[in-house]
Structures are given as structure tokens and as C-alpha cells.
């Protein structure tokens, strides 16, 4: 049985929370394999609302096994009060999560660090992290020499390796004229962190060996993605980016299985575009229609509340997502936020340098450079959040998601007019928007 995984084709923020938990229904085990807290993922029941960072948005539903592996960095206070707070709901997250000794660890010094690197750096170099520490730790991961496991907060050496990092960090934050790093005290650090330790311990295991005995079992399995293809380190905007592989491309590594059992990826995009924080975005519009989509969309983020910055849709840009992700069928969300709106532009190619590109150029500086060509669709003006089936979509709606299926070059699979689970349409496999629009004449 080959996992299903759900991935962003944007910068983040694309409602990959609801579609994983729509997915969720009869999977065994639902996985997050990168990014830490600085993902913040909604999930909407009924009037309950419940907004997870690291935790696996298939914690909500009972049977299921949620795995936290190797490719996410854990911030302990943090997963330590999302778990109470869903505890104090009434989930029982120990009995339904483990958590692999692999992830790394942010620590005090890696926020302390993000805060720094980010203040060095001003003006259009600044990359806007979320300040959760997620560079910082992921650097000394690639390091090494001063990275921290789940699985080392209970060895016997962990204090000791807490006073040489301490050490050391200080001495570097200071000579960067940090003047926060006096608040690293290690042996504060090293009470604190084996109360945490003591928490975490009885989900801490070796999440590799549970997912490949569960492939040899059969067992379904879904993967669930944080923030989004165009953000990841490799293959994204870089250095506008995230520090982890938030495409498809990371689901193999910061999981442990092989990718070649991935065939089953869902690619979730908005019906139009939205980024936080620094990094070039061809389509943004600073101007009353980036304002409307904000507030119609309620563009605001789950992890820092900032406003995000909004746009028309980019099927170059997530094209090249679908591609790179290996995206076998689409979810479209935010297909309401649009409702009130005459004419929606859609950017179809870009100009670089006088030339008609339809590829997404590697290098930031020829990103901030091109001009999007756009072509106008037709609006629909009509509320849609009651759709429950195409039956139930203005022709003018299907027209439009019909587009950027073709543009983007990926069935269409799911329509999302709505917060809520119930509000989203399927487009069943033998079924094609096409026929369908024929159909209905
Ligand atoms: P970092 O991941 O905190 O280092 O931030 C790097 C960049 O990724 C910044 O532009 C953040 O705004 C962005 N980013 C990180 N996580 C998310 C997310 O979950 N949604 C949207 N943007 C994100």
C-alpha cells in the first residue's frame, strides 16, 4: 500500500491542516517529517478549532498512530504545551504519538541565534524567519559538533554536553554583540531540560523501525507536509527559504522511507498566493487587491500573526511545485475567498529580460527581477461556502479551477470553499472537469 503524502506547492499556509485531516479517515499512521514550530497548521471541527505546530493533524482522530521522525527539530516547552492543551481537551496524545530520538532539538541558544542573524541582516537581505529558532538548530545539525537529539536529553552525558555548547554559544553570540546571550545559564538550562526529557519520554522512540514494519505490514500510512515547496532549502527561493526540504523531496529523508513507496502525492495550493516574511513573490500585489484577499482570506499567521502578503495565483510557480514534488492530484483551497471579485488574474508566464519564460528561474535576483504575464478570468460573484458538490458551483467557478488545472498540469482532486472538514468538494478519479462541464452543458 504506497503512503500518501500531502504537500505545499506555495510558500506555506495552503490549509494542508484540513486536507490532512479529511485524508486522515482510515489511515493507520499520519507522519511529519520536517520544519518544527515554526509551521502552524489549522484544523477546523465543527465550532472546535485546534491550532498544532508540531503535532501531526492526525492526532485528532482516534486509531491513529502519529509519528514526529528524524527531519523535524522539536522546540520542547512548545510540543510540551500543545500536548497539554489537546490533553486538556481530551486526547489522550501519549497513547496516540511517538516521537523519534532522531529530531533534533532547538534549544534556548538557537531562538537566541535566530534573533541575532536576524537583526545582522536588514533592508531586502532579511529573510523574516519566525524567530522560532528553526535555522539555527538545523545549522548545527549539518555541524554536528553542537547539535542535540530527543534521544540525547536522556543520556548520561547530557548535562556535560550542555555546559561546553552554553560555553561556547555564549562566546559566539557575544562576539556578535548579542547582548541576550548573558540569560544562557546552563545549568538552569539543564534542570529545565530534564523535566522536558521526563515529559517527552515515554512517546521518545525509534519512529524508522515503526514505518518500515508498517510498510511490510501494509499498513496506510499519510504523510503530512509543513510549509511549502517554494520555501524548501534546496529547491526553493533560497535564501528565502526554510531550513529543511519542504517539497515532496523531503518526505523520503525526514521520514526514513524510500521514495520510491511515494507515489501518491497531494499537491494543496490556494487559488491564489500568499508569503510571510522576506523573498521575492513575482505576483504580490501591494495594492487593494493583495488588501481584499487578506481580508477575505483572513491572511494573518497561525505561528507569528503577521499579515501575510497576498497575490494572484502563480501556475508557473506551482507547476514547477507539482513537478518537483512528483504531485499526483491537486487540492485547491480558499476557492470562496475569491467570490466577490469581477475578474481574478492568473500569472501564466513570466518576462525576463524582454524574453517569454514559462520556467521558475533558480536565482533569487532573476526572481525579483521578471514580470508576471497574466491572463484575466471571469469571477463569479457568487457565495460558494455552501458547495458541496460541483452540482452545487456556479459554471463560472469550475471554468476558473478548471484553468489552473491545466496550467499546472495535475488532476484536480479536491475543492476546498471553506474552513470546515464538510467544506470541500471531490472530484471523483474517473471523473474529469471537463466531462463534467459537458455534462451539466
Ligand atoms: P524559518 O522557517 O522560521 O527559518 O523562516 C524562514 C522563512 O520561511 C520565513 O519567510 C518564514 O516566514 C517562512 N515560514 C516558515 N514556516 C512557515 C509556515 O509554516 N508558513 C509560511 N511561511 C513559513
Redesign the pocket.
Known sequence: MPGKCVIGLQ???EAKGKLVDILTEGKDLVVRYQ??A???HTVVIGDDVYKLHHIPSGILNEGVLNLITAGVVINPPTIIEEIKSLEARGIDVAARMKISGRAHVVMPWHVLE?KMWNRLVSGEDN??????G??PCYADKIGRSFAIRIGDLIQDDFADRVRKIVEVKKRVLTAAGDEDSGSLDAEAIIAEYAKYAEALRPMVTDTNRILLDAIDDDKEILFEG???SL?DIDHGTFP?????NSSGLGISTGSGVPGNWLTNVVGVMKTYAT?????PFPTEQENEHGQHIRDEGNEY????G?P?RCGWFDAVAARYSARLGGVTSIAITMLDVLSKLPEIQVCVAYELDGQRIDYFPAHVNDLRRLKPIYETLPGWQQDVTGARSLDDLPVVAIEYVKSIEALVGRRVEFISVGPDRAQTITVSEGQTLESYLAARG
Not at 528565502?240 to 529543511?244: E, G, H, K, N, Q
Open positions: 510558500w506555506g499556509d520544519g518544527g515554526n509551521a502552524g535566530d529573510i523574516g524567519t519566525t524567530l522560532r528553526i535555522g509543513a510549509q511549502g520555501l528565502f527559504v526554510t531550513s529543511s508569503r510571510v516574511g522576506g523573498g499567521g497561525t505561528t507569528t503577521r501575510r
